[in-house]
Nanobody
Framework: EVQLVESGGGTVQAGGSLRLSCAAS????????IGWFRQAPGKEREGVSC????????YYAHSVKGRFTISSDNAKNTVYLQMNSLKPEDTAVYYC????????????????WGQGTQSIVSS
């Protein structure tokens, strides 16, 4: 059974950091693109970052570039999102998703999704 399980969310003050994890099972991430998306209340789901695990290419939304870092640990079949200098506008449920192709900013292009992890940034 294919599963993606996110963890690491929580509540932090503005300027703080969180590290999200996305643990995959039922498939190996080596040939996949793993994207991180977020959805705030009343807003559409938006792409935050993506890694093409095979060549380690990484992509970031303009709003998080320079503050967030995506990485993968193939041995653990896990992708991470290090979030630094957090702002209240980063508050959202964060999801990871996988597709057996290149990175895409479109949620509909992803086949597998995790259940999400809540991150709250207080001012």
């Amino acid at each position: 059974e294919v599963q993606l399980v996110e963890s690491g969310g929580g509540t932090v003050q503005a300027g703080g950091s969180l590290r999200l994890s996305c643990a995959a099972s039922g498939f190996t991430i080596d040939d996949y693109a793993i994207g991180w998306f977020r959805q705030a209340p009343g807003k559409e789901r938006e792409g935050v970052s993506c890694i093409s695990v095979s060549d380690r290419s990484t992509y970031y939304a303009h709003s998080v570039k320079g503050r967030f870092t995506i990485s993968s640990d193939n041995a653990k079949n896990t992708v991470y999102l290090q979030m630094n200098s957090l702002k209240p506008e980063d508050t959202a449920v964060y999801y990871c998703a996988a597709r057996n192709d290149r990175c895409s900013w479109l949620p509909m292009m992803y086949t597998y999704w995790g259940q999400g992890t809540q991150s709250i940034v207080s001012s």
